[in-house]
């Protein structure tokens, strides 16, 4: 139960910070696009950490659009609710 109260914490705080995730990847985005073309404007190639960076932004922001929503707080949700009340049933004084 601890397990999944923990995953359960987890995902909450995460479709909390949605939006905090979301923003920030968006920045990180659009500055890394950005210095990539000033340098490829400027004759040079863009170096290997913005390119990096404008490519890791761009998973998490995937990650934050694709993988963050309502039902995935939710199936921990109700395997927390389940285990809850599997320990209910048993009747063991297990912590929550």
């Known amino acids: 139960m601890h397990e999944e109260n923990i995953t359960y914490g987890y995902r909450r705080n995460l479709y909390g910070l949605k939006p905090v995730g979301v923003t920030s990847a968006l920045l990180l985005l659009v500055?890394?696009?950005?210095?990539?073309?000033?340098?490829?404007?400027?004759g040079t190639n863009p170096a290997f950490y913005i390119i990096m960076v404008t490519l890791m932004s761009l998973v998490w922001l995937g990650i934050w659009v694709l993988v963050v929503r309502p039902g995935w707080v939710k199936d921990s949700s109700e395997a927390y609710a389940r285990a809850l009340l599997a320990c209910c049933d048993q009747g063991t004084s297990q912590s929550l």
């Open 31 to 42: 500055a890394g696009s950005v210095l990539s073309v000033q340098q490829w404007l400027m």
